[in-house]
């Protein structure tokens, strides 16, 4: 028996029929094509007709159904705003993006990373889910060591925190949480605001200054302190900001 | 915790419940701690011994453990010392032809076959020596088709060569193989057979639903009859056994209640007590 291949051929079955729009089993084009794997005759045999199984329909469910209670417990914002899309967008995103972790935040960031991307939403949806994504990495970026700007030897070399984000949204942040929240429609977006999300912020949190967002935009790539300015120096009490050895 | 901290002899904690996937696109993985959490836990716990039940090794993929899991129980170790620790004879990772990593996001069976040893039985044996405190494996149910090359080893064979060539234990999930039981007109006496009992050293209960004709294993109920039956059939058997576990999914602790909770906690203690132990 080549239990590496068996192995692989069910992962990739279950894969293929745990997505919401997965192909009819029964046609030629739902069969997934397993030609590719050294499989026993035996093997090939289960493989090609457990499809059919009641048990495996049972089995993928589990996978779907886990997937979307990750997803609902983890993105509440994103799903708010979302609003009659929200069932839609779930199925799409689990037809179309594969399952990575049974964590929630790697389901949360891939969801939200989906919604962001996808130019088919508003653009104030997108937003709020590049917001929620940011959110959540800095909540998991909390256990990381932090740096502070107080003395920074010379030579420091300064980079992103990889849990911090500045986010652009397309109408002051109030208008659209306090929608959020409400449950009412969103704002129009008309007032286009940053806001810095960052694992040392009490609130995660805040709006950026142009400043701060100019030295996020300088520091794309890591880069040698000279002598931290102040935005710099409130980008590292943040956490935004941090030495290159601590992002690591 | 704290309310039912005198019906329990022991706490078991699943680490990873108290940690952070790092997940990349490319599969790589770490885990972190939430701080908060873990810290949490330990200090609601501190007045009792901890067992460990890991959920993410993934000790049967031929592709490879999670290392990242192993990192993490080394380090909860140095904060909290287990009296054993289990993980489940399962694997939810393969890669993809081309090494893209992939996720079946549940446990997935191995089949009983020499194959299956030649993998466990020496990554077993690895962390037995590791922590120098019993390791078990557990017994998880599934609902798929015999697996191919089942009946080349019985159960039983494959349980004893399994713990007496790694030397771990055995935790009987009396809960897991009562859906075995359920869902594939088994008789759970005829079932039981099939498990040497010697090895065991942890017994999980747990109770579950029924979805598209399946009993599944969600531990979302109070344990049903059959399994306390189960139970009390087995304690008698089983010279080595340390401890007996209730297992509930936190989203069902609402639906249970705190007496529903103490019920299944009195029910164990006194089944084992009347079993003389």
């Known amino acids: ?248 | 915790m704290s309310a039912i901290g005198s019906s329990v002899d022991y706490f078991e904690i699943s680490p990873d419940v108290f940690c952070v996937d790092n997940a990349t696109a490319d599969g790589a993985r770490s885990l972190s701690w939430q701080v908060d959490k873990l810290q949490d836990a330990l200090h609601r716990t501190a007045d009792h011994p901890v067992v460990v039940h890991g959920l993410g090794l993934s000790i049967g993929s031929c592709d490879g453990w999670d290392e990242s899991y192993l990192h993490i129980l080394e380090d909860f170790a140095r904060r909290r010392p287990f009296e054993w620790h289990s993980e489940h004879l399962s694997w939810v990772t393969a890669s993809h032809p081309g090494d893209t990593p992939m996720h079946a996001g549940l446990a997935l069976p191995l089949p009983y076959t020499d194959e299956a040893l030649e993998l466990v039985v020496p990554r077993a044996a690895d962390i037995v020596q590791r922590y120098g405190v019993p390791f078990l494996l557990e017994n998880v149910t599934h609902y798929l088709p015999p697996l191919p090359g089942e009946g080349e080893t019985s159960p039983l064979c494959f349980w004893s060569a399994l713990c007496d060539g790694s030397g771990c234990g055995i935790l009987l999930d009396l809960y897991n193989l009562y859906c075995d039981c359920v869902n594939r007109s088994i008789a759970p006496a005829d079932a039981l057979e099939e498990v040497p009992l010697e090895h065991v050293v942890e017994i999980h209960v747990a109770g579950g639903a029924v979805t598209a004709g399946f009993l599944l294993d969600v531990h979302s109920r109070p344990t049903p009859g059959p399994v306390w039956e189960m139970l009390q059939s087995v304690l008698p058997r089983t010279p080595n056994l340390r401890g007996v576990t209730y297992e509930l999914l936190d989203e069902a602790f609402p639906t249970l209640g705190l007496d529903g909770l103490r019920t299944q906690l009195d029910t164990i203690r006194t089944l084992t007590r009347e079993a003389g132990r």
């Open chain 1, 1 to 248: 028996m080549s239990l590496a291949a068996w192995q692989r051929g069910l992962c990739m079955l279950v894969a293929r029929h745990a997505a919401p729009d997965a192909p009819d089993s029964s046609t030629s084009g739902g069969r997934m094509q397993l030609g590719q794997l050294e499989l026993s005759s035996d093997e090939r045999l289960w493989l090609e007709s457990v499809a059919d199984a009641p048990g495996f329909s049972v089995t993928c469910d589990i996978q779907r159904r886990w997937r979307r209670l990750r997803v609902q417990a983890g993105a509440p914002l994103t799903l708010t705003a979302l609003g009659a899309d929200r069932h839609s967008a779930v199925d799409a995103y689990l037809s179309r993006v594969p399952l990575r972790s049974m964590f929630v935040t790697p389901e949360v960031v891939g969801f939200t990373t989906f919604v962001a991307h996808e130019s088919g939403y508003d653009l104030r949806v997108r937003a709020v889910a590049a917001f929620e994504r940011a959110l959540k990495l800095a909540v998991a970026g909390r256990g990381r060591a932090l740096s502070s700007g107080r003395s920074l030897p010379p030579g420091t070399v300064l980079c992103r925190h990889p849990s911090a984000a500045m986010v652009p949204l397309p109408c002051r942040p109030e208008a659209l949480f306090g929608a959020l929240l409400s449950r009412g429609p969103l704002p129009d977006a008309d007032q286009p605001t940053t806001v810095l999300v960052a694992p040392g912020l009490a609130t995660l949190w805040r709006p950026a200054s142009l400043a701060e967002v100019d030295q996020w935009d300088a520091h794309e790539e890591p880069r040698l302190s000279r002598g931290p300015s102040t935005p710099v120096l409130a980008l590292l009490e943040a956490g935004a900001l941090c030495e290159q050895e601590t992002a690591v």
